[in-house]
């Protein structure tokens, strides 16, 4: 489960404890395991918890915006440059509710590195179902 | 400062508070004050801290999305039929950073209200300068 | 070339002819023909011509949107519900140009169709390299 | 009506000339007129035809997506580095149908020029209510 390829694994996990570990809003993913990294992609996974939801009862819209930002950047720090790079644009389509103790998986994959711009996309989805709850989009300016 | 416009002021308090306290993922705004509201619209204000950050040093573009999501949603609440809804899609251009100190102004609108869709829009705006942090769009299902 | 699947090939190819042949706006995709389609996906080809260039000599993203428009609901279409939906947000990200004389694949599908909303994503490429064009999402409403 | 504001009319009305008579795909705004112009802002103005529709009668979504694309592009034009910029994201969200005959105002706005992106936003709308129809946002690369 805790498997990494393409770039050594215990870099990934350098990765994102450097991220969650530093204090800021990233402290919030504390939670988050990686699955598995490497050349562009990231899998990661969770279990939904109270504190991760909205006034509904279910996955707050803004948590998901967060796995999307920083899962993503995960995955494109994978990449060959291996940069974080700065956000552009971040789209986001909302499917289905997600509520405590579902697990749930992060699976972001870079569609492109050009010279200047990234782009990735993920899907977040139930881990048993594999039902989707949402799908994204993030583009970066690395340049 | 504190006042609000269209329902009253403590309503809109209230709201927040209700939110806020409520021990999700919102409760991460509990620096943000409301700063007028009603009739769709939605205006509130903190500064930026250490927590909100990402590991580059500015404002964390999932903290950005958290308060897309959370005050335009609360705009949508102050609109006539007063319902929360469901999140449908959340768009977020990233314009310019914010930094540690800055204080920030959230500004959402509602565009339009039918009997299913919602459509609002948000400008996030340092409150010195004017310039703008990032602008988004949130559709909610409200039918 | 011209299989498809899951719905009879006709009911799909005749669904397009009715599109193209209204005299709307989609009169302007009379070169694209449908690869296959059916359960929820739709795969279309096409050349690039001159006529769908912007002012800088590469496929117009406009024409791209049309693309993404009108292709994800054929695919909706031959979902279940067999309904073509009315778009409530799209998104589209743009990789990399197109050229005249391209041959050009769209591949649409369907992610989620809910009681009352559909969500369909879409790879716009390149036919020999795979370089993707453009990748984008189409949120519908079906209720 | 036919007043530009920031730069001289004639040369915006030249800068529409130029891009819809390049025979490529802009020239389907053949019926847009610009109605002002300038400092990075453009409004324009056209009355819906048929051949602008879908086969549920109301004007295409991709057609939308052209008016975004292009509008967007010449109110950028007008600022200072006056360049057209590639598209790298667009988002729309539909907010309303629009009939034939109807008279619609197509309102493009430059939120931010950096040294490598470019930011704008637009509302469409009808001319005799101000309903809008559609809004967007659009992400150049101007480096």
């Known amino acids: 489960m805790a498997s990494t390829k393409g770039i050594a694994a215990g870099l990934v996990k350098n990765i994102m404890k450097y991220i969650v570990e530093g ?8 939670k988050v395991s990686i699955v598995s990294a490497g050349e562009g ?4 996974e969770m279990v939904v918890e109270d504190k991760h939801l909205n006034r509904g009862g279910s996955m707050h819209g803004g948590f998901t915006a967060l796995l999307v930002d920083t ?4 995955a494109l720090m994978t990449d060959g440059k291996g ?7 971040m789209n986001i ?11 749930i998986l992060i699976d972001a994959k870079t569609k492109r590195v050009g010279k200047t711009m990234a782009f990735l996309d993920v899907d977040v989805k139930k881990k048993v179902s ?14």
Chains 1, 2, 3, 4 share one sequence.
Request: proline fraction near 6%; glycine fraction near 14%.
């Open 23 to 30: 204090g800021g809003f990233d402290r919030l993913l504390e």
């Open 41 to 44: 992609r990231c899998l990661a």
């Open 71 to 74: 899962i993503t950047t995960v």
């Open 83 to 89: 940069v974080p790079g700065v956000s552009v644009n």
């Open 93 to 103: 389509n909302y499917l289905k509710p997600a509520f405590p103790g579902e697990e």
């Open 130 to 143: 594999g039902d989707l709850i949402a799908t994204g989009s993030h583009v970066k300016f690395i340049g």
